[in-house]
């Protein structure tokens, strides 16, 4: 158990482009949050963090990361991929027919307090944080 679980953190995992990565993932924030105490906020946070790692290593060529932050009782997860575009718009749940595509961002929508992207250039890399936010009251 942490010492005080107001204390912010941070951890990025950095993965290859690898559809394994999820899994590593998604297994790596389940520690985290186990790790500090919040094992509560584990299974919404697993499921919003598959859909965005999956998407940074399905829609990019390039290495992506895992963003996870703790700080004045919100949990940011994001994902980092190297393609600076934009994210698709997520699709309203009720109009998805597709079960197997199409449904990362609108899953992200509908379970997240706050979510959005931004665009990343630094020291010349270029690229994208696609990032969600839960409050864990």
């Keep these: 158990m942490p010492e ?3 204390d912010p953190w941070e951890y990025c995992l950095y993965i ?3 559809p394994r990565a999820v899994t ?3 297994r790596t924030l389940r520690l ?6 919040l094992i509560r906020l584990a299974d919404t946070a697993e499921l919003l963090a598959t859909e965005l790692i999956s998407n940074a290593v399905r829609h990019t060529k390039g290495p992506a990361a895992l963003r996870v932050r703790w700080a004045a009782g919100v949990l940011r997860i994001g994902a980092w991929d190297a393609d600076p575009r934009p994210p698709e718009p997520p699709v309203p749940l009720e109009q998805i027919t597709d079960l197997e595509d199409g449904r990362g961002l609108a899953l992200v929508r509908a379970c997240a307090d706050l979510w959005g992207w931004q665009p990343l250039a630094r020291e010349g890399n270029r690229g994208k944080v696609v990032w ?3 409050a864990a009251a």
Aim: hydrophobic share 35%.
């Design 4 to 6: 005080n679980a107001t």
């Design 16 to 18: 290859p482009n690898d």
């Design 24 to 26: 590593v993932s998604r």
């Design 32 to 37: 985290i949050l186990t790790m500090h105490g």
């Design 132 to 134: 969600c936010e839960l």
